[in-house]
């Protein structure tokens, strides 16, 4: 019914900067919160930033000033802009959207695919 796009992950070095992108698509009637939670090999999955439609934001401590959440709500997609980028990076990057869909307008968490994102040298 409604479905989340992520892009931007890849392999960059120690230092380097990404992008990633998700953009929802489907049966929208709006789109709430959305966020970026990412998930390393033995690990809980954690939140990394989320952002309202209002633009909002909240950051995890980690990524406190080396990452920028924005949106674009015109075209349902959210962006994280990650600089200065740490081994400890290293992760799943997920995308997560709050809708409310078709006529009903029920809320729904929506979960994209995942993008990796390695942090190497």
């Known amino acids: 019914q409604v479905q989340l796009v992520e892009s931007g992950g890849g392999l960059v070095q120690p230092g380097g900067s990404l992008r990633l992108s998700c953009a929802a698509s489907g049966n929208i009637f709006s789109i709430n919160v959305m966020g970026w939670y990412r998930q390393a090999p033995g690990k809980q999955r954690e939140l990394v930033a989320t952002?309202?439609?209002?633009?909002?934001?909240n950051y995890a401590d980690s990524a406190k000033g080396r990452s920028t959440i924005s949106r674009d709500n015109a075209n349902n997609t959210v962006y994280l802009q990650m600089n200065n980028l740490k081994i400890e990076d290293t992760a799943v990057y997920y995308c997560?959207?709050?809708?409310?869909?078709?006529?009903?307008?029920?809320?729904?968490?929506?979960w994209g695919q995942g993008t990796q994102v390695t942090v190497s040298s």
């Open positions: 952002i309202s439609t209002e633009g909002l934001t």
């Open positions: 997560k959207a709050h809708v409310r869909v078709g006529t009903t307008r029920y809320n729904y968490i929506y």
